[in-house]
């Protein structure tokens, strides 16, 4: 089965501490996998995939095929990363449909 | 560009009745697809529709339906409304010849009471 989990619905950072939510998922075969963010008031919007290896506004993600994670890390949290994180998957084809997780709040405390 | 449109905003419906939701996607982008998210929950796949037809359903009943029309825009329906059909409706809208990209519109809040 297909699956995206996200043990945590909320998480409380210090600004400045480390950030790191977390993502398993569960697909037969080699997804393509992604986290979206949605910040209040705003439509949901990707946030990076893993195949670009990017990082953007400070945030990577680590596929780890052997725990199939695929966690979000920031070394330092800022105020403006409290938003609703969501992690999900997809095939490789362009009609597979994307899976969510059920998402994480991350709350950065001042 | 004004990206992924859906109307209405908002909706409150009786049960029973029926709706009819409403996206227009980004310009350039072909296919379009619907997402339900209750509250708490993450986003779950309705369908996509591409080249005007129906290619990808989830795990959603026959009262939900759609339609893409040529210029891409599509339509959301949903008969015999329940009130656990309560849920912020999301349209995404991408394209066939680019690269992956999905874009979300701010969705259609539906309360069935």
């Known amino acids: 089965a297909q699956r995206v989990t996200q043990p945590e619905k909320l998480l409380s950072v210090f600004k400045g501490a480390p950030v790191e939510l977390k993502c398993n998922y569960s697909?037969?075969?080699?997804?393509?996998l992604f986290w979206y963010v949605q910040y209040s008031r705003q439509r949901l919007q990707l946030l990076l995939r893993?195949?670009s290896r990017e990082s953007i506004k400070g945030f990577t993600a680590d596929l780890n095929k052997g725990e199939t994670s695929f966690h979000l890390k920031k070394p330092f949290a800022q105020e403006e990363d409290s938003a609703m994180y969501y992690c999900?998957?997809?095939?490789?084809?362009?009609?597979?449909?994307?899976?969510f997780g059920k998402g994480t709040r991350l709350h950065i405390l001042p | 560009d004004a990206g992924v449109t859906q109307s209405p905003t908002h909706l409150i419906k009786t049960r029973g009745q029926q709706v009819t939701l409403r996206c227009s996607p980004k310009?350039?982008?072909?296919?379009v697809s619907w997402y339900q998210q209750a509250l708490g929950q993450g986003p779950q796949f309705i369908f996509q529709?591409?080249?005007?037809?129906?290619?990808q359903r989830g795990n959603f009943p026959d009262r939900f339906s759609g339609h893409q029309f040529p210029n891409y825009s599509s339509e959301l329906n949903v008969n015999a409304l329940l009130l656990g059909d309560s849920a912020l409706y999301l349209c995404?809208?991408?394209?066939?010849?680019?690269?992956?990209?999905?874009?979300f519109g701010s969705g259609t809040r539906l309360t069935v009471v």
């Open positions: 995404a809208s991408s394209s066939e010849r680019q690269s992956y990209g999905y874009t």
């Open positions: 697909y037969s075969g080699s997804p393509e």
């Open positions: 893993h195949i």
């Open positions: 999900a998957l997809s095939g490789w084809n362009r009609d597979d449909k994307i899976i």
């Open positions: 310009s350039g982008h072909d296919t």
């Open positions: 529709y591409y080249e005007e037809e129906e290619r």
